[in-house]
C-alpha cells in the first residue's frame, strides 16, 4: 500500500499465441469441433495408472467416475492425451480440493450453486474440466489470452465457458465483475500464473469486490 509497484504492472512480451493470432479458441469452444483425439482410453487409464504413486492427486483422481465419464467423451478424452497429463492432473486436482476448502458445507451440498470460479490463464482448461464436475451447479469461467487453442471440450461440459481475455488488459476488471454479476460467491484460481502474472490478479481481486 506505499510506493507503486512495478512487479505485476508491466505484462511479459507476448508470446505467439496470444490474442493477435485469431480467434479458434472462441470459435471451437462455441461449436465443439476439433480434432479428434486417437488415443484410446484404455492406454490413458493405462498410462495414469502407472504414476498413481506419484501423487495423493491423482491417487484420488483415478477413483472418482469423472475420470470415466472424460474418457468416455471424445472431446474430453483429448484433455487427458497431452504428454504432460499426470503433472496437468495433479495440479488441476489440487485446485479442485482448494476451491471445495473455501466453500462451505451447504454450497457444496448444494453442487457449488450459486458459486462461480474463474480459472485465470487457463490454457486448454483441464483444471475447469475437473471443477465443472466437482461443482456441477457451480459456473465455471476459462479467461485466457490464447487465440488458437482447440477447445472444443468446452461445448461437452453445460457449466463452463471460455472468455477470450488478456490477464493485463485495462478491461478486464469490467469483464470480471460482469461473470461474477449475480453470483453468492466468486473464486477466481490461477494455476499458471508465472513471473507477473500473479502479482497482476492480486490487482485485479483488489479492483473487484466480488471475488
Do not use: Y
Not at 465419464?69 to 485446485?95: N, Y
Not at 471445495?100 to 490463464?121: E, H, I, M, N, S
Not at 484460481?189 to 485485479?204: F, K
Request: overall charge neutral.
Amino acid at each position: 500500500r506505499g510506493a507503486e509497484p512495478e512487479f505485476g504492472k508491466r505484462p511479459p512480451p507476448a508470446p505467439a499465441n496470444t490474442a493477435a493470432r485469431g480467434e479458434r479458441s472462441t470459435l471451437s469452444a462455441q461449436e465443439g469441433a476439433g480434432k479428434r483425439c486417437t488415443l484410446p482410453a484404455s492406454k490413458l487409464r493405462e498410462h495414469l495408472a502407472r504414476h498413481e504413486g506419484e501423487s495423493k492427486h491423482l491417487h484420488a483422481f483415478l477413483r472418482d467416475p469423472m475420470l470415466e465419464a472424460m474418457l468416455s467423451d471424445e472431446r474430453l478424452r483429448a484433455l487427458l492425451a497431452m504428454r504432460s497429463r499426470v503433472k496437468e492432473v495433479t495440479e488441476a486436482w489440487s485446485v479442485c480440493e482448494q476451491v471445495r476448502a473455501l466453500l462451505d458445507a451447504d454450497a457444496l451440498a448444494a453442487g457449488g450453486a450459486g458459486v462461480v470460479v474463474l480459472d485465470f490463464c487457463s490454457g486448454k482448461g483441464l483444471g475447469a474440466t475437473l471443477l465443472s464436475f466437482a461443482l456441477p451447479a457451480a459456473r465455471i469461467v476459462m479467461l485466457d489470452a490464447n487465440g488458437e487453442m482447440d477447445l472444443a471440450h468446452v461445448c461437452a461440459r453445460p457449466n463452463v465457458s471460455f472468455r477470450h481475455a488478456d490477464i493485463f488488459s485495462s478491461q478486464l476488471p469490467a469483464l470480471v465483475r460482469q461473470e461474477a454479476e449475480g453470483a453468492a460467491v466468486c473464486i477466481a484460481v490461477g494455476m499458471h500464473l508465472c513471473g507477473p502474472l500473479s502479482p497482476r490478479l492480486i490487482d485485479v481481486a483488489f479492483a473487484v469486490d466480488a471475488i
